[in-house]
């Protein structure tokens, strides 16, 4: 340590004098006079002087200590300033986090707030589309004890899709904050056929295939059910997904995948032992036939909208639905007309009809095709198809309630096979990719807890052993 040494200055008188002389800012300033020795120190004007002592202030020390003193006040305010800067920092910082803090949790609570009502609402369409499914499937089958013209039902049921724009304008109407006229809505509608509009070479063009392969497609499901059960043809329908897969693999280019090819291959399979379970019965083949045509179809017109018009939202879908529905009744209401003079589709009059049936017919039918369409724009697009399927296990247990199926092993395991199909249908293309993260996750996850548990397990060691009096350092 440093030794300090104190100088010793000679005698020296001071005299301090307070005069009332004024500054520049106007207050009053006192003066420090030194006097030599021996010599007779001024007073001042005011009589006011004062003898200090030697040991009391000294030459070296008394500037020191006035510099101190008005250094060690700037100072104190300085710190006072940056301190007062560094809160309001502080404040602001901390003003700015909470903001964002409040602004993530918003959107975490939004985010959440949208899974959950599209799952509310994804459980509702899948209910609503396999009960709509099941029960226009029971009801034509209950119409068949009385009526049996499939066509003219097709025909029927087809012309009630004129009402599913009206349907739509309804629902614009009711949520819509700006409403639109109705011919506003529906020219905006009809740019499904291009930009122009709908014209009538368009109108002719693009219609007529698909009105002619929606009008297959059901009357060939009509068909089907006279000869086989509901549960039969509702399972076999479910191949028109592996029918879509296959028909845009080769004409969309669209991607290869393993995956649906071994449910292609799972829906043909299902398709031989669904004509197995009734060991080849002439009407179970002519039924199988009518079934897998109806699915064959659906996926050809499902390809060849992509393929033509692309993709839709629910007015354009509206729309066009709508103008398949006007299609049929002035270019197809011929065809019920010659079969009824032909005596194909004969019936006594009109008044004999089941009109009841019909109407549920085609109501639940439409109720089908808008469910399709309003669950795309609600929820998830997966569980309008998981609702088609759901609609198998449905029929399967009205069939049970009415004894109308007996199910042995085959048809069982054919059933199982096609629905598995389906699902396997519905995995999206980075299927694999998406099963390898959540692999490597959990891989992630189970490596992190083993080793909280190894630090757990090292921290309890040194805690026992130095309350033991010893170190151990764990080998982990």
């Known amino acids: ?20 002389s004024p500054g520049s800012d106007g207050t009053s300033r006192s003066s420090v006079t030194r006097c030599k020795p021996g010599a007779n120190c001024p007073s001042s004007h005011s009589g006011i002087s004062r003898q200090l002592s030697p040991l009391s202030v000294t030459e070296d020390s008394s500037a020191p200590i006035l510099e101190l003193q008005s250094r060690g006040s700037s100072g104190v305010c300085g710190h006072r300033v940056e301190r007062q800067n560094r809160s309001a920092d502080d404040g602001t910082q901390t003003h700015s986090e909470n903001s964002s803090q409040e602004n993530r949790l918003k959107a975490r609570c939004l985010s959440c707030t949208s899974v959950v009502l599209k799952a509310i609402w994804g459980l509702l369409i899948i209910l609503s589309v396999s009960s709509s499914w099941v029960g226009t499937t029971q009801i034509v089958k209950i119409t068949y004890k009385n009526f049996y013209c499939p066509f003219f039902m097709t ?18 109407l009711a949520t819509a904050q700006e409403k639109q006229s109705p011919m506003k809505k529906f020219r905006e509608c009809s740019r499904i056929f291009g930009e122009d509009g709908l014209t009538l070479k368009l109108f002719l063009k693009r219609t007529a295939p698909f009105s002619i392969l929606w009008t297959l497609t059901n009357y060939l499901y009509l068909l089907a059910l006279k000869k086989l059960t509901a549960t039969d043809v509702s399972a076999l329908f479910c191949c028109n997904k592996a029918f879509v897969f296959l028909l845009s693999w080769i004409v969309l280019k669209d991607r290869f995948m393993g995956v649906r090819i071994v449910a292609a291959i799972m829906a043909i399979t299902g398709i031989v032992m669904m004509a197995y379970a009734d060991n080849f019965h002439a009407d179970s083949i002519i039924g199988v036939a009518f079934a897998v045509g109806s699915a064959s179809t659906s996926a050809l017109y499902k390809v060849l909208f992509k393929m033509f018009l692309g993709s839709a939202n629910f007015g354009e879908a509206a729309h066009f639905v709508s103008t398949l529905g006007f299609f049929n009744l002035i270019f197809i209401s011929f065809t019920p007309v010659i079969l009824y003079f032909t005596k194909v589709e004969h019936w006594s009059s009109f008044a004999a009809l089941p009109w009841g049936c019909l109407c549920g017919m085609a109501g639940l039918w439409l109720a089908f095709n808008i469910l399709v369409n309003v669950g795309v724009v609600l929820t ?97």
């Not at 007996?406 to 519905?426: D, E, K, P, S, Y």
């Open 155 to 172: 025909w029927f049921s087809t012309n009630w899709n004129i009402m599913f724009f009206p349907v739509y304008y309804s629902g614009h």
């Open 380 to 476: 998830y697009p997966i569980l309008i198809s998981i609702g088609t399927v759901l609609s198998v296990p449905g029929n399967a247990a009205v069939d049970l309630l009415k004894q109308e199926v007996i199910f042995n092993v085959v048809r069982l395991a054919a059933t199982i096979i096609i629905c598995i199909g389906f699902l396997l249908m519905l995995l999206p293309e980075e299927w694999d990719e998406i099963t390898l993260r959540f692999i490597n996750s959990l891989k992630e996850k189970k490596s992190e807890e083993h080793v909280e548990d190894v630090i757990d397990a090292g921290v309890h060691l040194r805690g026992r052993s130095r309350a033991n009096g010893t170190v151990s350092i764990p080998l982990a």
């Open 1 to 20: 340590m440093k030794k300090h040494s104190a100088r010793v200055v000679p005698l020296t008188s001071y005299s301090v004098s307070e005069r009332n």
